[in-house]
């Protein structure tokens, strides 16, 4: 049974940093990627970044490019998502996700977390 808990979510203002953390278990995880997605009321989940559990390939949309770092911990089998330079609208449900090497689709991920809120205020 695979499971992936979240944390790290909370509340800041714009231009703060948060850490969210990914933790996997119930299985061996390297042909795989973790993701994370997105999602706020009344819109499709978006692709946020995903990193690749076998060597640390990672891939970020362009809206959080350069600001939103993601990072894999092989001991903990835990993923990270650092986000600096916090933007309103960055506000949203943040969930990790267990898929498939090169897919940015979340229709593709088999695991999902629970989500964690993230709430940026101007």
């Known amino acids: 049974q695979v499971q992936l808990v979240e944390s790290g979510g909370g509340l800041v203002q714009a231009g703060g940093s948060l850490r969210l953390s990914c933790a996997a278990s119930g299985r061996t995880f390297s042909t795989y990627a973790m993701g994370w997605f997105r999602q706020t009321p009344g819109k499709a989940r978006e692709f946020v970044a995903r990193?690749?559990?076998?060597?640390?390939?990672?891939d970020y949309a362009d809206s959080v490019k350069g600001r939103f770092t993601i990072s894999l911990d092989n001991a903990k089998n835990t993923v990270y998502l650092q986000m600096n330079a916090l933007k309103p609208e960055d506000t949203a449900v943040y969930y990790c996700?267990?898929?498939?090497?090169?897919?940015?689709?979340?229709?593709?991920?088999?695991?999902w977390g629970q989500g964690t809120q993230v709430t940026v205020s101007s």
């Open positions: 996700a267990l898929g498939p090497i090169g897919s940015r689709q979340d229709r593709r991920y088999d695991y």
């Open positions: 990193i690749t559990m076998n060597g640390g390939s990672t």
